[in-house]
């Protein structure tokens, strides 16, 4: 009986239900949804902002206030195993009049995670080399304050010939609180100009980029006992020197030294109407990478020069039907990275002040990535510009391959990762909202050994080998080779605020990550991440 009464029950939801979901909304901003409208076209997410004169919808802008709290283990040598964050962020299309498109952004996030230690970068990610902690007695709280402006505009001055300009700017301020205690600035800006021509059926497109990036550090410490504390500089997959803190060297205690990388690019994108409801999206950029570490100057020092290549590309397929849009996307993005360690003495001039010669630097490491993407999405049940279905799937591979050296030795290290994933989310439009569910599954897994190492010559009776951070390296080697499992779900509700012209919605966000692995260089095997949002599209 009570079985009967529950599938009764459960089937005069889904009746009702899917009545509601064919009653027309009292207000059509309900039938607004910024991410769909934002991925309609890939011109608008390409880095040429002269094809911005293709927006061609109603404005639409976005607001919402965020927080999150992240527990579990299961995470990289450099990150928390407790996080909590907050933050807010506004974006936007607008097009100011017929020959004018404006969109924008401006983003807050708020970042405190305990029990940290691993890198002193704020950006761990493609580094030449970098700077870790030797120890896992000095964990300690981080925190995190990142502020990101985004801002570009297009002119249509000529039957569609339109030219473009784009400044992405970001700045981040990060702090730990124990010994060995470091701040690290972050200035992260990308400024890009270009043109877009349409012709016909075929649409074309240059830029230019041009990005700069600065992590400054500065070391330091609080207690006043004569303990030392030691970094270990790592050049590649684990490969490097032991640096104790003083007032020289890679952690000089006297002066703040940025890594600095500059990069120069040039991007050409093409697309082609093939059908009315056919088209080919085509974006390829090239850029080339210089920097270095330490302070350019005389009577300062430079420790390293980088340099590297990068190749970026993303093509997408897009079918367009009268209530379903299907892409088929595929991107590749490469870097190639060489890093030199300076050799340099010390000399006095006549005067008695002290400079620096350089002499042949050395080489102390090769670094490449790879990175691609095949993914299809579908947008099912259109209603103007909110789907009732969006179905995702696709595949992420990478590839990381180092070399370190510190002579006569060598460590290589060449890992790959696949990872298969698929998502699904349905929007139901009820009387005066809309209810959305979203669930999601990836499966990694991931291939290579932690380290080989070589010798370029026989070593010496002197020469014992070469400093190890097994504990970072063997953390971060199963956290992106172990099999693992990632879930994620939501659920959203959006209403139209009284008085207002305003969807406003708020959302419930868990994803959680599970290593199907046993490892004593872990702190976990689970991950898992909670996320309250309050926004609103308008």
């Known amino acids: 009986m009570q079985r009967r009464l529950l599938s009764i029950v459960l089937a005069g ?23 769909f409208i934002s991925n309609a076209d890939p ?27 992240g527990k579990g283990g299961f995470v990289n040598y450099d990150a928390s195993p407790r996080v909590l964050q907050a933050g807010a962020e506004v974006a936007s299309f607008y097009r100011l009049t017929d020959k004018i498109v404006m969109s924008g952004s401006m983003k807050y996030d708020n970042f405190s995670g305990h029990d940290m230690s691993g890198s002193a970068f704020a950006q761990t990610s493609r580094l030449p080399f970098d700077i870790v902690e030797d120890s896992l007695t000095h964990a300690g709280t981080k925190h995190r304050d990142t502020y ?69 550090l500065a070391f330091s410490t609080y207690a006043t006992s004569a303990q030392d504390y030691v970094s270990y500089i790592n050049y590649g997959p684990w490969i490097g020197t032991l640096e104790q803190f003083g007032n020289t060297g890679f952690t000089d205690n006297s002066r703040e030294q940025p890594l600095l990388s500059e990069y120069h690019g040039i991007g050409i994108q093409a697309g082609w109407d093939i059908l009315p409801s056919l088209s080919w999206f085509n974006d390829m950029d090239y850029s080339y ?47 190639n990275l060489v890093n030199d360690m300076t050799a340099y003495r010390m ?21 490449a990535w790879n990175e691609v993407h095949i993914g299809y999405t579908g947008y099912y049940g259109i209603v103007r510009e909110l789907p009732l279905w969006t179905v995702q799937t696709g595949l992420n591979f990478s590839q990381r391959k180092q070399t370190g050296y510190l002579y006569p030795y060598l460590r290589r290290q060449d890992l790959r990762t696949t990872e298969p994933y698929v998502s699904l989310s349905r929007n139901v439009i009820m009387r005066k909202g809309v209810f959305s569910l979203q669930a999601g599954y990836a499966y990694k897994t991931g291939s290579g050994d932690a380290f080989e190492d070589e010798t370029m010559a026989k070593p010496s009776d002197k020469q014992k080998g070469f400093p190890v951070m097994e504990a970072f390296m063997y953390r971060e080697y199963k956290y992106l080779t172990a099999p693992q499992y990632a879930l994620n779900m939501g659920v959203k509700y959006a209403f139209v605020l009284p008085s207002t012209r305003m969807k406003t919605y708020i959302a419930l966000d868990f994803s959680h990550r599970h290593a199907c692995d046993d490892n004593v260089f872990l702190v976990g095997k689970n991950h898992t991440v909670g996320r309250l949002t309050v926004g609103c599209t308008f």
Not at 54 to 66: D, G, I, P, W
Not at 303 to 318: G, I, K, P, Q
């Open 13 to 35: 939801t889904l009746f009702s239900i899917g009545i509601n979901a064919q009653e027309p909304l009292r207000d059509s901003l309900l039938h607004r949804d910024f991410s």
């Open 43 to 69: 011109w608008l997410l390409s880095r040429n902002a002269a094809a911005l004169s293709r927006f061609k919808t109603q404005n639409v802008s976005m607001a919402e206030l965020y927080v999150q709290y």
């Open 148 to 216: 990101q402006l985004v801002g570009a505009l297009s002119w249509d001055f000529y039957k569609g010939l339109s030219l473009g300009a784009k400044f992405d700017f970001t700045a981040a301020n990060i702090a730990k609180y124990k010994d060995l205690r470091h701040k690290t600035k972050l200035m992260d800006m990308t400024v890009s100009a270009g043109v877009y021509v349409p012709l016909h059926a075929v649409s074309i497109g240059l830029n230019y980029a041009y990005r700069r990036n600065t992590q400054s």
């Open 289 to 335: 990478r210089r920097g270095y570490y330490g302070r350019k100057s005389p009577y300062t020092i430079v420790y390293a020069n980088h340099h590297s290549h990068l190749l970026n590309y993303h093509s997408r397929l897009s079918l367009k039907l009268s209530r379903q849009v299907h892409n088929l996307d595929f991107s590749f993005s490469s870097e």
């Open 347 to 367: 000399n006095r001039n006549t005067q008695g002040a002290s400079y620096y010669e350089y002499l042949n630097p050395v080489k102390s490491a090769n670094k």
